[in-house]
């Protein structure tokens, strides 16, 4: 009989352990750090679940399989872009080899798709707003309907933005009703009022007793109208779509239009309705968007060429009226039939197993704060049980939904290519 091995009783050291699993790619620190954990928890048998743990906690794809289209946990509007060099002509005249703007193609591309004068990028629609407010209202007083002062997402509450921009906010009219006159008496009342904001709320709605002053009639007070807009709907009458306007867009206004009614600026994210990368957008009256590019907090605010390459992308497609090209429009418009023929395909080549898949008609909700009561109709793969820590598990992670103890994993955000991943991963709990 062989005396019992050393190596049963004592555990390996952290660096053979570390050393065990080179081959995943992760850096040796990475390693380390998992084997230290293993080892304290007492399961260095289980190291390879500690570096799959590791793996998983860097930034990876994953499959948005829960049908709220703009997750902002999933960064929003889905975007693939390869890119194909390492330098780009970001701030490069490649007319004459002069220095040139990092902001006058892309923005010039966003304003020309929206009826603009003239826009401005920077990181996102919080920084639009702050800029905005800094550059044109240089620290006076800005009132906002009492019905606007919304918190939006994480942490954007606009009195807050507001004030971080330096300007004092004036509070107009009732949560439920503000007319043109209390702006009037607003601006009567207050000499330092250079500007009015008006800002959409755009994941409530009051309904019932209601009345807000639309941008028009705010236009008739003589002051620059400011509006956040949030979403960055281009176009009323989405050009892009050539089925036009998808009724679940419901009364949500647009960039072209708020203009057209005689907003002086606008802003809007870049990862919402528009289908972009995150960023923010100002445009409107060239005199004011000239303001807000060389306020010195631009400076601070200005995306990088990853970003603004990303978003010229998605400007060129607007102005060739493909939304097919936009991930977002072409998830979010994908025809009802398509999407069942998908999901019956998945159920019988995941095969009959214990946790029953079955096709179920589902609503997607467009999401990213915008839109709280539309859906979109859609249809999903319906699981016994709750597995979606087991669907986070799979190779390319899978992010689903639990609605009254089933599983639902919704097709329309899910890219077709992802379906063998949805297949191997419900073969996978089988246990097949
Ligand atoms: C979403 C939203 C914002 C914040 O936009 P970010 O791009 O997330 O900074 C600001 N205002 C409105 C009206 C919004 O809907």
Not at 95 to 111: F, K, M, P, Y
Not at 240 to 263: I, Y
Request: glycine letters at 10%.
């Amino acid at each position: 009989m062989n005396p019992p091995s050393l190596n049963i009783v004592h555990p390996p050291s952290v660096d053979t352990l570390a050393r065990s699993r080179t081959d995943t790619g992760l850096p040796h620190p990475l390693l380390v750090d998992a084997a230290r954990a293993a080892i304290a928890a007492g399961r260095h048998h289980e190291y390879d679940e500690y570096v799959e743990r590791a793996k998983r906690r860097l930034l990876v794809p994953v499959i948005n399989a829960t049908g709220v289209l703009l997750h902002t946990n999933m960064g929003r509007a889905p975007l693939s872009m390869q890119r194909n060099s390492g330098y780009s002509n970001l701030e490069l005249n490649l007319d004459d080899g002069r220095r040139g703007s990092r902001q006058a193609r892309v923005a010039s591309l966003i304003a020309r798709a929206s009826g603009a004068e003239a826009a401005v990028v920077v990181n996102n629609c919080a920084a639009a707003v702050m800029l905005g407010l800094a550059a044109i209202a240089k620290g006076g007083a800005v009132p906002v309907s009492r019905g606007e002062l919304v918190e939006i997402g994480g942490g954007f509450r606009v009195p807050d933005v507001l004030k971080q921009s330096g300007s004092r906010l004036v509070e107009v009219g009732t949560t439920n009703r503000t007319r043109i006159a209390d702006y009037e008496a607003a601006i009567t009342e207050n000499d330092d009022i250079s500007i009015v904001l008006k800002v959409h709320p755009s994941n409530y709605r009051i309904e019932g007793f209601q009345e807000e002053t639309s941008v028009k009639e705010l236009a008739t007070l003589g002051l620059p109208v400011i509006v956040d807009l949030g979403s960055g709907l281009l176009d009323d009458s989405c050009p892009w779509l050539s089925n036009g306007r998808p009724a679940w867009l419901g009364d949500e206004p647009a960039v072209r239009q708020t203009l057209g009614q005689g907003a002086d600026l606008v802003m809007f994210s870049g990862d919402k309705l528009l289908g972009g990368p995150q960023a923010g957008i100002i445009a409107g009256r060239a005199d004011l968007v000239e303001q807000c590019s060389r306020h010195p907090l631009m400076r601070a605010l200005r995306p990088g060429d990853l970003i603004l390459e990303a978003l010229q992308t998605v400007a060129l497609a607007y102005l060739n009226r493909d939304g097919d090209a936009i991930d977002f429009w072409r998830t979010a418009t994908a025809p009802i039939g398509p999407l069942r023929d998908r999901a019956e395909a998945i159920v019988s080549a995941a095969g009959p197993n214990a946790f029953g898949p079955r096709v179920i008609d589902t609503e997607a909700a467009p999401g990213g704060g915008s839109l709280p009561t539309t859906t979109i109709a859609s249809v999903g793969v319906s699981i016994v049980g709750d597995v979606t820590a087991s669907l986070r598990a799979a190779d390319t992670p899978i992010i689903a939904r639990v609605n009254d103890g089933s599983t639902i994993i919704d097709l329309r955000a899910v890219d077709p290519a992802d379906d063998h991943a949805i297949i191997s991963a419900l073969g996978a709990l089988g246990g097949s």
